[in-house]
């Protein structure tokens, strides 16, 4: 301790004595500021010089028609005439449309459907439902087509979901013969919006109604469905049999805004991509 002091202090005597020294990397003390200010005036008077020198050589060898008006109104004439032409563009904005969805009222426009024997018709229920559908999700933000069973706008057809509604057979088959079922578009691009879809519709329909799912006794004639070989192969698309008009006939008749609201909870669930968890907790097995 005694020793370093007397050999840093030499040190600084040192390199104080000749300033123009280059400091080591070992030296503890500072650099003095004169000499970094030295070098930086060095450096600012060489560009100065080379700038002086080609700014002359520049002017020397291209004489006065390179700075002569007619080159300067040149120049300033295209720079004013480019912001011009910039905000010239038309800046139309292009309202962005509202998600679109689709509803197929079942029948609608080709048959009557399933027949009751009062005369009710699987069509009359089915354009019913799906009005109050089409009402329930425009009231919450989208666009709805109301489509016809084969309707024209079908063909390509693009949304973020389609939905075909369906009753079942208006006669008494068995006591089973109630509840609702669900089939997706599989030969959809995105098979597992697909499932999604039928999920949530499964889900939604069945909590809001209480009404049963019924997956076992779901048709080839909803499956290979002919919509679903029309639209779009980017179109999530379902069918749903929205119940019995045999057995379930009092709910999808009286209660029928209960029946649109299942299914355009399950048509939200899909296009707000909600959690189809919340389902009542089950006891977790030992
Ligand atoms: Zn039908």
New binding site residues.
Partial sequence: MTRANPFQSSSGKKQSSSQQNHPTGDDEFPEPTTGSGFNMWAALQSVFSVAIVIATLFTMWNPSNIFSNQMLDRMFKSSAYEPVKATSIPLTPTPSPRPRIGIVA??WGNDS??VCQDGLT??EL?QKIATLVRDDLINEGYDVDLLTEKDERLFEYTALALVSI???SCDYINNDATGFKVAAAMSSVFPEKASRLTACLVDRYGSVTNMKYHPNTITK?MTNYHTFNEIHSETTAAII?TGFMNLDRQILTEHTDLIARGISQGVLCFIRNEDLNNKPTQEPTP
């Fill in positions: 079942g029948h459907g399933a699987e069509v089915n369906h009753n079942d004639d049999e």
